[in-house]
């Protein structure tokens, strides 16, 4: 089971954009899901995060201005981010909870993390 993110890139400061992270493999089903992010020199901290049935949880700095959302069928994670800050830049991560069924039919769980995507905001 691997994730796939993508959507990063530059914006200016007021601007959106739409990050993507995808699950991908075969015998797994996918739990909660979320993003993080991480600037230079800072720790990576908590975005937002969503469970399987949809509620939705953000960190105090981005609510009402991003969102999560998922598709369950896709396996998919989407971060819609407006009114974007210099502030907001950082490599964004999405993180992923999956049971995965060996060869033996065993249950085994985790947590994958994408390859994470750059959000520059400029001012």
């Known amino acids: 089971v691997q994730l796939q993110a993508s959507g990063g890139g530059l914006v200016q400061a007021g601007g959106s954009l739409r990050l993507s992270c995808a699950a991908s493999g075969s015998r797994f089903s996918i739990n909660g899901m979320g993003w993080h992010r991480q600037a230079p020199g800072k720790q990576r901290e908590l975005v937002a995060t969503?469970?399987?049935?949809?509620?939705?949880n953000y960190a105090d700095s981005v609510k009402g201005r991003f969102t999560i959302s998922r598709d369950n069928a896709k396996n998919t994670v989407y971060l819609q981010m407006n009114s974007l800050k210099p502030e907001d830049t950082a490599v964004y991560y999405c993180?992923?909870?999956?049971?995965?069924?060996?060869?033996?039919?065993?249950?085994?769980?985790?947590?994958?993390w994408g390859q994470g995507t750059q959000v520059t905001v400029s001012s």
């Open positions: 969503i469970s399987s049935a949809g509620v939705p």
């Open positions: 993180e992923a909870d999956y049971i995965y069924y060996n060869s033996r039919d065993e249950p085994v769980v985790g947590r994958l």
